[in-house]
């Protein structure tokens, strides 16, 4: 349990910077967002194999041999986000489908060697997490045994009672069915994953008009995209569930009661709480 926790904070001190490719239409998809020069962090997401021709491996081998080759340096920490996660991802919806079926346990270790090898280089220790699908103690246990220093867990933490999201937000994990946690198209040209409701449904029928633009897509078609992602996140911020983009992990079906962090935390570590601390 030690090494879980040591993991969390891991994850604390080194999100700052991401750099990531992603699984989009457009060539011009690679980003970098710099927060600070001190230290950087690297998310790696899953390009599709047929269409990009980039594998996991590949995209760490690429990233880290840039900054390596331009800035040498490493980074502080390096996060695979795998197909089970929630919100867009970097992988084409066949690809999810493909991966739900036959794992992803040999990509990781692929990292882990590319990872390793600057390490080596360096002299230096870079935590690799993994993130996406990570529900249970014994998922964490799975992922440190093929070499993870941590992982990165969103969807459960949802409906706790220290989460600040609307609680209508937090009911709408609970109510959800496994049938209802399905892929759906962005209009910022991913797939992502969501809880099915009446404002899904209703997109896949028509558009909804679109009175504003924020101005938060250098390239966005507002007279053809099915709704403003904006406004869609925007409403589930505000508990407007019905009418909003409801995105979660593969497992949020699984939930069924509110919880504690501290319970939680004590559930992921494989520890019991004492009745005092409940």
Not at 7 to 24: A, D, E, G, L, Q
Not at 34 to 40: G, I, K, P
Request: net charge negative; charged share 25%; aromatic share 10%.
């Amino acid at each position: 349990s030690d090494r879980i926790i040591v993991s969390w904070n891991y994850i604390i001190k080194f999100f700052r910077i991401t750099v990531c490719i992603s699984n989009t239409d457009q060539r011009d998809s690679k980003c970098v967002s710099f927060l600070n020069t001190d230290s950087f962090f690297l998310r790696i997401y899953y390009k599709d194999s047929i269409r990009d021709s980039l594998h996991f491996f590949d995209s760490a081998k690429v990233l880290l041999k840039l900054w390596d080759n331009h800035y040498h340096r490493v980074p502080d920490l390096v996060v695979i986000e795998g197909p089970a996660a929630g919100g867009h991802l970097g992988y084409s919806a066949e690809t999810v489908e493909e991966t739900a079926r036959r794992g992803y346990d040999d990509e990781i270790r692929e990292i882990l060697q590319i990872v390793h090898g600057y390490e080596e280089k360096y002299a230096c220790t870079i935590p690799v997490v993994f993130a996406g699908g990570v529900y249970t103690h014994e998922d964490i246990l799975h992922y440190l045994s093929l070499g993870c220093a941590g992982v990165q867990m969103a969807t459960r933490f949802v409906v706790t009672e220290e989460c600040d999201a609307d609680p209508r937000y937090k009911q709408a994990y609970l109510n959800a069915k496994k049938e209802d946690i399905t892929i759906m198209h962005s209009p910022v040209g991913m797939p992502g994953r969501a809880i099915r409701n009446p404002f899904l449904t209703e997109r896949e029928q028509e558009r909804e008009k679109i009175s504003h633009c924020y101005q938060c897509l250098k390239k966005c078609d507002k007279a053809s995209i099915p709704y403003c992602i904006t406004t869609a996140l925007t409403r589930a911020a505000d508990g407007d569930t019905d009418n909003a983009l409801l995105f979660c992990g593969e497992n949020a079906w699984r939930l069924d009661h509110m919880t504690t962090v501290p319970e939680l935390m004590a559930e992921l570590v494989g520890e019991s709480l004492p009745d005092s601390k409940k």
